[in-house]
């Protein structure tokens, strides 16, 4: 791979944005989950689509990788470099560029992050709606369809992103879609592109659909003896057509991990984590409602609340899971897989995940976005034990197939990057060749990316 005529034909505009020091390559080479460093062998910091367009062009003359960086919080080694190459960093190209309040939308450059572009709307009484929990980057949000904990009412990015501006991977730039709110005209290119996880394209700039901020919001906690009552509690809501904001789940090992975390009073047992959006009368009748919902299915009582500090502790709580999961094993490392199944076959699901869980040495503490059928198990193994890796990736495996099983899918937010795509195949058939030809067209020389999502070229 001729590397060095790549670096010296980028040096001359990027300057000291293009850097080959170990510890830029040990920050982009590291991954959130179990995958082992993978470092690129340069990262570039590009501050324009000229400057992305230009990147890409002379990496294609030179056959070298392109992998997309936005803050590094993917979970399925998506910006790992498996083949070196030059890491493309999108945190300086990080402005809010138009802001359109009667037309509810804007359009961003990649490297905002989801919080930086809510306070900046905050004045306008709008807000970017997708939550993943993390302080994702928008571009990162897009390129891996990430969804959260507002999907329920908001819907995931692929619903929030009316338009890109894409470099493709011969260098030439392209906008897709429009502001409208509709069209019927011709491929949906933006749904194309979200979700392609860098395999592509690298998104340089999104027009995305903004939402009211609502008139009130209620938060709400409720405790279960058992998970069977809680999951149930779930279908009953959804089934009733009850318009959540927000319903998440935690076990009692979740639970547990988050009094350890934070010092907070939480008994150790199953919770769900509500909110509603809506004028104060809805939104106290859906609070009544729900509350009637799970007294049927045995809950320990319903507690809800509007003021602000309450539903932000209860948030944060739930968004730092992931890292009070991991302090509860001090040195572990996480394998975090998400399934995500038709509501009616939730039960089924966690049920036998959990048999699982129970006949094996590895802890894995489950929670997830149960709403919309999806939930996350956390399994936590030490990184000198490859019998526990291979363990994780077990009882990994056994939830991916029994989620397809169930007409469900390997992921439901997470994405493919490196860790699912041995499931693409049985999951889309034939479907994942056409994947791969798509690839092709848009990326004939193969670098952006390359080793994840589609079938090996």
């Known amino acids: 791979m001729p590397l060095p005529q790549a670096l010296t034909a980028l040096a001359p505009f990027l300057g000291q944005r293009l850097s080959t020091s170990k510890s830029d390559l040990d920050l982009h080479g590291r991954s959130e989950s179990y995958f082992p460093p993978m470092p690129p062998d340069a990262v570039a910091y590009p501050q324009s689509t000229e400057e992305v367009r230009r990147i890409v062009e002379v990496c294609a003359q030179e056959a070298v990788p392109v992998i997309a960086w936005g803050t590094g919080t993917a979970l399925e080694g998506h910006a790992s470099a498996v083949q070196g190459g030059i890491c493309v960093d999108f945190s300086r190209m990080n402005r809010v560029l138009e802001i359109r309040a009667a037309d509810m939308d804007v359009t961003v450059q990649p490297g905002v992050t989801r919080e930086a572009l809510n306070t900046e709307l905050r004045a306008t009484g709008l807000m970017f709606p997708v939550d993943p929990g993390a302080n994702a980057s928008i571009g990162g949000m897009a390129a891996t369809r990430a969804s959260g904990t507002t999907t329920l009412r908001y819907g995931t990015m692929r619903d929030n992103v009316m338009a890109l501006q894409v470099v493709l991977g011969d260098g030439r730039v392209v906008r897709t879609g429009t502001r409208a709110r509709k069209s019927a005209a011709g491929y949906d290119l933006t749904g194309l592109m979200v979700g392609s996880e860098g395999t592509l394209g690298l998104i340089t700039e999104l027009t995305l659909r903004l939402s009211g901020i609502p008139e009130t919001v209620a938060a709400g906690v409720c405790a279960f003896d058992h998970i069977d009552d809680a ?227």
Not at 346 to 374: K, M, Q, Y
Request: glycine share 10%.
């Open 231 to 457: 999951v149930n509690a779930v279908i009953d809501t959804v089934q009733m057509g009850l318009p959540l904001a927000r319903m998440e789940l935690v076990d009692h090992a979740t639970a547990a991990a988050f009094n350890a975390y934070a010092g907070t009073s939480f008994p150790e047992c199953p919770h769900l984590m509500v909110e509603f959006h809506g004028r104060p009368d809805a939104v106290a009748e859906q609070c009544a409602r729900f509350a009637e919902i799970v007294d049927d299915h045995d809950a320990r009582g319903f507690e809800w609340s509007t003021k602000e500090e309450d539903r932000r502790a209860l948030w944060a709580m739930r968004h730092n899971a992931y890292y009070a999961i991991l302090a509860s094993r001090p040195g572990a490392r996480a394998l975090v897989t998400d399934i995500c199944v038709p509501v009616s076959r939730l039960a089924r699901a966690i049920e036998e995940t959990r048999a699982d869980l129970a006949c094996s040495p590895i802890a894995g503490p489950i929670l997830g976005h149960v709403g919309d059928g999806n939930f996350h198990a956390i399994l936590l193994v030490d990184p000198a034990e490859p019998k526990e890796l291979a363990e994780a990736q077990r009882l990994s495996h056994r939830m991916v197939g029994r989620a397809l099983d169930l007409g469900g899918t390997a992921t439901g937010e997470h994405g493919v990057g490196l860790g699912k795509r041995d499931y693409m195949a049985r999951e889309h058939g034939e479907g994942w060749q056409m994947m791969g030809a798509i690839k092709t067209a848009l990326d004939p020389h193969g670098i952006l990316n390359p080793g994840k999502l589609v079938p090996p070229l």
